[in-house]
């Protein structure tokens, strides 16, 4: 059963890494295997409480995590989530570790985007889930003086982390790509856990019917 929990979102305030008129961009990786309602409401509520001037949603090529999942061609994920993003302007899709291949590393990414937004302050946006993992990111020393992290607090995970964060609070929905992955499998309704969009596109791309998807 879908569970919703909503939280008043809090006032965050943030100083910029450096001048006010530099630009700032949120970046907002995964897999979105496929993309769902919780991945845009979690941007949206961090572009807004940040004052962001766009996400990128950056769908990964294949990510380094120990629990790697395994994901459908990339050229689905990509059409999905630009699908998923339309509606929105402060919204962009950046398919730059999908051209690049191989492992995604967040480190290598980001020294691509510095290069491409050099007057650009970044912040990357984790769920609270994925906090425990940065000490197991590639190069993470490095990474966290180059980009802001930005971490969206998620129900039974601490708040707490050895390296600096901003947290932001976000209506809390239960919801996540491999849910809607099961569901699909076993012939439920995805109905309002995906834009209408991708829900039909879903349909008629015939994705995640294979039990081994």
């Known amino acids: 059963m879908l569970k ?8 965050v305030q943030v100083q910029p890494l450096k001048a006010d008129s530099r630009e700032r961009i949120g970046i907002m990786g995964g897999t979105f295997n496929p993309p769902h309602l919780g991945h845009l409401i979690m941007a949206k509520q961090v572009q807004e409480q940040l004052d962001l001037d766009k996400v990128l949603f950056m769908p990964d090529n294949l990510p380094p995590h120990i629990d790697q999942k395994a994901a459908i061609a990339a050229k689905y994920r990509l059409h999905m989530v630009e699908m998923s993003i339309a509606s929105e302007p402060k919204f962009q899709l950046e398919d730059i570790e999908i051209r690049r291949g191989g492992v995604s590393y967040t480190y ?6 510095k290069q491409l937004y050099p007057d650009a302050d970044l912040y990357f946006i984790i769920g609270g889930d994925m906090v425990e993992y940065l000490p197991k990111w590639y190069k993470v020393n490095e990474l966290v003086k180059m980009i802001q992290f930005v971490s969206v607090e998620r129900k039974g995970y601490a708040k707490k982390s ?8 976000v209506p809390r929905i239960d919801i996540s790509s ?9 012939g439920r309704s995805i109905k309002y856990l995906v834009t209408s969009e991708v829900e039909n596109y879903i349909r008629q791309e015939g994705l995640y019917h294979d039990t081994n998807s």
């Open 4 to 11: 919703t929990e909503t939280t008043v979102a809090s006032k």
């Open 108 to 113: 290598d990414t980001v020294q691509e985007l």
């Open 162 to 169: 050895d390296y600096p964060l901003i947290w932001v609070d």
């Open 178 to 186: 491999s849910m809607i992955r099961e569901r699909l499998q076993q």
